[in-house]
């Protein structure tokens, strides 16, 4: 059996000076890149949000969110400073104008990539914990992946304050290690 980090969202309009900035998004950069340059995983895989220009989720077609991370456009690029080398797989979500895509599991494939190199243990680390870490752990507990969240490498947007503790109990009451 395999262990695989996912990386989820970690790109230019999740940080600072981006579309939709999760405060501190950018501290997690080292945290990620020692996760990804760790030795510790089997497999890697890099997410990121990759919306069409007319997706729901934005405000102009009556969602709660600013346009951010339209596919192709520079605020969906990867953070600068994630190590791409080090990645295997970049996945692609939140890509059907219908649906919010927050989970990495949702019509990407993914549970099919990392069931094909025998993966059981998932690391999760990125942006942003009370959205898409959130979804994406929560769907690998119910596809039944063993799952950790690795604090020192998430960050979330609190549009509430308490959102992200408030995520992370329900991960952990779903059966994640958080720590
Ligand atoms: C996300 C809000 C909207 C996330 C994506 O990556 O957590 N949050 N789209
Ligand atoms: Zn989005």
């Not at 890099?46 to 919306?51: I, K, L, P, Q």
């Not at 346009?67 to 939140?94: F, M, N, Q, W, Y």
């Not at 104008?97 to 494939?109: H, I, L, N, Q």
């Not at 690998?140 to 960050?155: K, S």
């Amino acid at each position: 059996m395999a262990r695989a980090l996912i990386v989820v969202d970690f790109q230019n309009d999740f940080t600072p000076g981006g579309a939709l900035a999760v405060p501190g998004g950018d501290e997690i950069a080292a945290r990620i890149a020692e996760l990804l340059e760790s030795g510790g995983f089997d497999f890697t895989v890099a997410t990121r949000d990759w919306h069409p220009p007319d997706h729901g989720s934005f405000r102009e077609r009556g969602g709660q969110w600013p346009v951010h991370c339209v596919a192709g456009t520079a605020g969906a690029e990867l953070h600068a400073s994630l190590p791409v080398d080090r990645v295997d797989v970049i996945v692609d979500k939140g890509q059907d104008p219908a649906a919010d895509g927050y989970s990495a599991f949702e019509g990407t494939g993914l549970e099919r990539i990392l069931r094909e190199r025998g993966v059981d243990e998932l690391t999760v680390c990125g942006l942003a914990t009370d959205y898409c870490v959130k979804n994406t752990a929560l769907d690998a507990l119910r596809a039944g992946f063993r799952v950790r969240i690795d604090t020192r490498g998430v960050r979330g947007v609190d549009l509430h304050p308490g959102d992200s503790d408030t995520a992370l109990d329900a991960l952990r009451a779903a059966g994640a290690v958080v720590d």
